[in-house]
């Protein structure tokens, strides 16, 4: 009963102490002091001493509010890398912490190394996580368009236990958009090898065929259809890997490739 007293007290305190500076004639209003004297989490950690679920807890919902508040007025989120570093101090478990918190860091704080800040310390606390770095590649892939980062991050996710499939198949798209075919194609393969579901190796199939008439059209566009026929050919040399054979018409204007 006297440790919850003692941590009801000293919350109180440090809450009221902020409440009141924040209030000062000078403080009020501005953001630049919203939170700026909320205890670390270091010092939460030491006040919860035995109940630092609740205090998690508490400091999500404080999150929370804080998020949807500023989303509603001025949209000012500069505070919320530090909150959400605070629960992760308390919980370093908490998953959805850093799925959630890295995404709306990055997005909606527009602080994207903040957000891969939050992400790194997610995946040296939950090593065994898919979910965190597929969260980092997703991030890198739509919102920095480092495409090679994102390739990174989703490799790493698809070789943690439990890994969906798709992993691999965002990682496979990022190669794609970042122009190495090659290395796209190679990732299908493994995904088409490594499936004994009939719809996934279809679409592997058809993604593979894809990344084929993308390459060939763009090199037909740039060196015309005198040097297609020998550059496929040099090409198809590279790619013994394909789990399949394919038939290619060389048309004037565009070159078709089907699988067979």
Partial sequence: MRKIINIVFLLGLVLLSAYLLQNQNENKNKQANELLYFPSGNLIKQISLDYKTTV?????????????????????LHQLYNLFDIITELDPNLLQCYVFGGTIITY????????????????????????????AGFLNYMYTRDYFAAYKWFSFASEKPDAPYYCKTFAAAAKKREGDY???????????????????????????????????????????????????????????????????????????????
């Fill in 108 to 135: 909606d704080q527009r602080s994207p190394e903040l957000g891969m800040k939050l992400m790194l310390k997610g995946m040296s606390n939950l090593p065994d996580s898919w979910q965190v770095p597929f969260i």
């Fill in 56 to 76: 998690t807890n508490y400091m999500w919902l404080q999150t929370v509010q804080y998020y949807g508040s500023h989303m509603l007025t001025d949209k000012d």
């Fill in 182 to 260: 090659i290395t796209a194609l190679k990732l299908w393969t493994q995904i088409y090898n490594n499936s004994s579901n009939k719809l996934e190796r279809e679409n592997a199939i058809k993604n593979m065929v894809v990344l084929l008439s993308l390459d060939f059209n763009k090199n037909l566009s740039e060196k015309g259809i005198k040097d297609i026929k020998d550059y496929i050919n040099e090409e198809f040399k590279k790619m013994q890997f394909l789990p399949f054979s394919s038939s290619v018409k060389i048309m004037e204007d565009t070159v078709i490739v089907e699988s067979r």
